[in-house]
């Protein structure tokens, strides 16, 4: 094994540990404080025999214990998106939603707040989900449609990267429209959402939202070495026996379902899927199966970190989680740009 | 352990939170029951009972009476935090059904939490009476309750009283700044919902609603306002600070020019919590709300 | 053997290739030269399969390759373009290892690794191995990509062509693309290169093709030399034969004085 491996390798290790840390920590604090002992007593009372949970235990199980998973999932999922983003554009200045998805997925639950309100069914509770996650696939095909009109190589990245533009910039005027025509309370829910909240988190969401962040990743590390490739063009990618356009289709694919899934349990978290890569590439170089997993690792912590803190600053009340992501998103991006000499 | 940028980002967002100081209050109440009240009108009522004792949060909306600034805040009403609320471990979550994300409204339903709405609304003096006896009987203050209903009565039979001595009855336009959809909207007559109150106040206190239309809406035509012709057009708080005062730019709202209003300079603020408003203040918002509308 | 029958590569209305019809054999080193616009870089993208005709075909020992997966390709064909961009930071062993792609599933193996170290001896990059590929100039950026590219045809030893023949794949021979691979050396680099290219295609189961400018090295390095212009072929053969007074004159609008030296031709522009 080469030295660089064999560093990488450690920091992977260290990611992962550092993500153990935070999961714990999540898991123990927010507005209510859990001991190790409360939370054995949590975890046995499922065990049959024992007495029924009480509320805090209950608080406990159904509501800080799949929160806790949902952030390292959500936040893996933007992390390995905006490693996918930046490979496939060869850009760094990419994030996961930059082809549509997140301000589809934002209208598609628009849309649900503004009308919603006058169809009253007892399966909303899956409406806003499954409304975000339409958006989210719809804008993205949009912009692969749109784009689609040139078969050239060179021409098809820049063409998805302004389509990707235009199509952001419609639905992120038709979610104004729609706060427009809004009642107050509505226009007030979609601002909310925009700014993303962990606080709906269940065990449901958990379950589907693991499946699209294991099955999503699993299948990006498979590409790992062919968007290696990538990074020395889309021609030589060419001539290393890559083929390009299949590549382009399955990777954005797995970015849409990943990320619109996420997005639809948790409302827009941006930052996440920009600022992860970047930090990993300045640790560990630009080799993508460590900075898959990377990603992977970082997200989950960071944004279990932003959650940590949306608890417990103003608690019991919470922070939107955007606003933390950003408000500590940008000075870390800034104090490691300038500490090394970043060759962008 | 913690990276340092992030320490650093957590004691910013720590001071600038304690700063704010409703994020850190301790619980009131030691007595059993123990509220958590997301309405405005209902802690208005409830400190106005004399019940405030087992209230241990509000919603960060809430703002009168200034004590209720003391309590502990769950957040904004449409943003909760299921773990929040428990956390203060009510006994019951007092809420008007205007509460959100719905995600936590079921977690709080899944967990048994006991989650408590008034049937009587305040739409109207007999609806704001209504729920005024209705909290009095829920938390054991009907004698104080009784005691504001008639204070409300006398109150609004001296506004109406003074009312009399007014002789006109000016056609009056009542603009609302709605700040989730950051646009100015024209009040309508009657109607429930944003805006409800409005016309009920201006006509109690002798003016006449000029637009026709039910509810609120959007000033994109100029014709909305125009048409009316209205004598006096009242911007509730935010609405008129937000332009300064400036009568030159509010006549710059579409279609305000051309009124009467707009040529006798008849434009005036007047606070959407004396207007928009119902409830035990209502009595004496009438004469507020007629001594602004019949100035000359 | 590599043949190209019939070539005709429009874009839009426009052809950019003409009725080409070639065949280079294995063993030699075979140059396309013609001034801008002849067609030059495009003939090498066809004949790399990057760019089909649309008419004519291109066929590797035989078999056409319009239909040939790219993957396979990638194993036996090899191309090195006039300059590369890197958009991340990678090191310099990173951007070699990229030969080996092909060759490879999920890690790169032992003799992977070992055909890395040979490649980057022979260019000697090996003390860049740990380099930021950005932080190279151009002359050490293209030794580097050089290597990657004889990365992806080598076999196994010293000079490339001792170790075992895979059986991987459906083709026998090794095709190596060079498209004006000299654009940024200084004329050291550019005499060692063709040195080292000329190494590497003496190998009987090596074919190499390659566009220059400098009819110079041209002539001294080739051993089919084929002249391109307006997209059709004007002439092929040896040096000596295809760069005459008058065929330069009139392809390039300047007409040289020959010198032969030995068996070398010189060719002197005034």
Not at chain 1, 7 to 12: G, K, N, Q, T
Not at chain 2, 134 to 145: I, L, N, S
Not at chain 3, 61 to 73: C, K, N, P, Y
């Amino acid at each position: 094994m080469t030295k660089k491996n064999g560093s990488r390798r450690a920091l992977l290790l260290l990611l992962a540990f550092i993500t153990v840390v935070v999961l714990t920590a999540s898991i123990r604090y927010g507005a209510i404080n859990f001991s190790t002992t409360e939370i054995t007593r949590a975890l046995a009372s499922l065990l049959p025999g024992h007495p029924e949970p009480t509320l805090d235990q209950r608080i406990f199980l159904e509501l800080r214990f799949p929160r806790a998973i949902l952030c390292l999932l959500v936040g893996a999922s933007l992390g390995v998106g905006g490693t996918l983003m930046q490979a496939l554009f060869r850009n760094p200045i990419v994030e996961p939603g930059l082809v549509g998805t997140s301000s589809g997925a934002a209208f598609g639950s628009a849309l649900f707040f503004v009308l919603g309100g006058a169809i009253h069914s007892s399966t909303s509770l899956w409406s806003l989900p499954i409304a975000a996650a339409i958006g989210g696939v719809v804008s993205t095909y949009l912009v692969f449609l749109l784009a689609r009109s040139r078969e050239d190589g060179r021409a098809s990245i820049v063409m998805l990267l302004l389509t990707g533009l235009a199509v952001n910039a419609l639905f992120m005027s038709a979610i104004g429209f729609l706060s427009y025509i809004a009642r107050d309370p509505q226009a007030r829910s979609i601002t909310f959402w925009s700014l993303g909240t962990l606080s709906g988190a269940s065990w449901n969401a958990v379950a589907i939202v693991a499946i699209s962040t294991i099955l999503g990743c699993a299948i990006a590390v498979r590409y790992a070495k062919q968007l290696n490739a990538l990074m020395i063009g889309e021609e030589e990618a060419t001539y290393l026996g890559v083929n390009v356009n299949r590549l382009k289709w399955i990777i954005l694919s797995v970015n849409v379902v990943i990320v619109a899934v996420a997005t639809a349990f948790t409302g827009v978290i941006s930052f996440v899927g920009l600022v992860v890569p970047h930090i990993l590439r300045m640790i560990g170089g630009s080799e993508n199966r460590f900075l898959l997993v990377g990603s992977a690792l970082t997200g989950a912590t960071l944004l279990t970190l932003a959650d940590l803190l949306a608890r417990l600053v103003v608690r019991p009340a919470e922070l939107p989680i955007g606003i933390v992501t950003s408000a500590v998103g940008v000075p870390v991006f800034i104090f490691l740009l300038r500490r090394r000499q970043y060759v962008f | 352990m913690k990276r340092p940028a992030v320490l650093i980002s957590l004691l910013l967002l720590t001071f600038a939170a304690i700063s704010c100081s409703r994020f850190h209050n301790a619980g009131t109440g030691s007595k059993d029951a123990r509220y958590i009240v997301i309405s405005p009108i209902y802690n208005e009522i409830i400190w106005a009972l004399g019940a405030e004792g087992n209230v241990v949060g509000v919603d960060l909306s809430t703002t009168y009476p200034p004590e209720v600034k003391k309590v502990q805040t769950v957040g904004y009403h449409r943003a909760l935090s299921a773990e929040g609320i428990l956390s203060l471990h009510p006994t019951a979550v007092i809420h008007d059904n205007n509460i959100g994300p719905p995600q936590v409204v079921q977690q709080l339903q899944q967990l048994n939490v006991q989650m408590k709405t008034f049937s009587s609304k305040n739409d109207s003096f007999d609806g704001t009476k209504a729920l005024i006896r209705e909290m009095g009987a829920y938390f054991h203050k009907e004698a104080r309750a009784e005691e504001l209903c008639n204070t409300l009565d006398s109150q609004r039979a001296a506004s109406l009283e003074k009312v009399k001595q007014y002789a006109d009855h000016p056609r009056v336009a009542v603009i609302h700044f709605g700040r989730a959809s950051n646009v100015y909207m024209v009040v309508g007559k009657g109607g429930g919902g944003d805006g409800g109150g409005v016309s009920q106040m201006i006509e109690l206190a002798g003016g006449q609603m000029a637009i026709e239309n039910r509810g609120m809406q959007r000033m994109e035509s100029p014709e909305i306002i125009a048409q009316a012709n209205p004598d006096v057009v009242l911007l509730t708080d935010y609405g008129y600070d937000r332009l300064g005062g400036a009568l030159d730019q509010i006549k710059a709202l579409p279609g305000v020019a051309t009124s009467n209003a707009a040529r006798n300079n008849r434009i005036y603020r007047i606070e959407e919590n004396v207007l928009n408003y119902f409830g035990p203040r209502s009595g004496e918002n009438i004469a507020k709300v007629a001594a602004i509308i019949h100035q000359k | 053997m590599l043949t190209a029958s019939n070539i005709t590569f429009r874009v839009g209305n426009k052809p950019l290739l003409s009725e080409v019809s070639l065949s280079f054999t294995p063993g030699k080193l075979n140059l396309i030269i013609g001034p801008n616009g002849a067609g030059k870089s495009t003939l090498i993208k066809v004949l790399a399969r990057l760019l089909h005709p649309q008419i004519g075909k291109v066929e590797y020992e035989g078999t056409d390759i319009s239909r040939t997966v790219e993957a396979e390709l990638a194993k036996r064909r090899a191309v090195l373009s006039q300059a590369v961009e890197v958009a991340f930071p990678l090191t310099v062993r990173e951007v070699v290892m990229m030969g080996r792609y092909p060759h490879f599933g999920g890690r790169p193996a032992p003799t992977d690794q070992s055909i890395v170290d040979e490649v980057m001896g022979l260019f000697d990059v090996s003390a860049f191995g740990d380099r930021a590929y950005q932080t190279l100039s151009g002359g050490e950026r293209q030794r580097v990509n050089f290597a990657r590219v004889l990365a992806q045809l080598w076999r196994k030893g010293s000079d490339g062509h001792s170790g075992a023949v895979s059986s991987d794949t459906a083709f026998f021979c090794r095709y190596l693309l060079l498209d004006e691979p000299l654009t940024f050396l200084d004329i050291r680099h550019q005499i060692d290169f063709m040195n080292k290219v000329r190494a590497f295609a003496n190998s009987p189961d090596v074919v190499t093709v390659g566009v220059v400018h400098d009819l110079n090295l041209a002539a001294r390095f080739a051993d089919q030399i084929v002249l391109l212009n307006d997209g059709r072929v004007v002439a092929t053969g040896a040096p000596i034969e295809v760069l005459t007074r008058e065929r330069i004159g009139a392809v390039f609008g300047i007409e040289p004085v020959i010198v032969s030296v030995e068996s070398d031709i010189h060719l002197i522009f005034n």
